[in-house]
């Protein structure tokens, strides 16, 4: 048996290690190269919740959509809604847009809550980014 017990999950729920999953992605390392990777990305920043990855979450999304004050909302806000688990439901590409529909949830003040959304996204640059979710 080869246990790591000190090798952290990936909160993306992909059972693959923070490092070797989203973690790549959160620090610079490489760019997210679908709008899976990049969503499954985000949700860890979310679930995170650490400097890098509000940094990582405002540069992921495409200015033109980014809400002025997200840098401040996403510091105040961010500790106050646990992440659980995210379920990616269907996702794909065509060029350069994608969609991802996927189903999280979360505790946030001792409820439990389930947020459903589409996000869109588009790639500039070779970059994929965040624009908005209905
Ligand atoms: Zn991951």
Redesign the pocket.
């Known amino acids: 048996m080869n246990s790591e017990p000190f090798t952290k999950s990936?909160?993306?729920g992909?059972q693959?290690s923070l490092d070797a999953?989203?973690g790549r992605f959160l620090h610079g390392f490489e760019a997210a190269p679908t709008p899976e990777t990049l969503m499954?990305?985000r949700f860890?920043a979310f679930a995170t919740g650490t400097d890098a990855a509000i940094a990582y979450l405002v540069e992921t999304h495409h200015p033109d959509f980014r809400p002025p004050n997200l840098e401040s909302a996403l510091r105040k806000g961010i500790g106050d809604t646990h992440w659980l688990t995210l379920t990616v439901r269907n996702a794909g590409a065509a060029g350069d847009s994608g969609t991802v529909d996927f189903v999280a949830t979360y505790r946030h003040k001792g409820q439990m809550g389930e947020m459903r959304e589409s996000s869109n996204f588009v790639r500039e640059k070779g970059l994929w980014l965040y624009m908005n979710g209905s």
Do not use: D, E, I, L
Request: hydrophobic fraction near 10%; charged fraction near 10%; charge should be positive.
């Open positions: 990936c909160p993306c992909s693959a999953c989203c499954r990305s860890t």
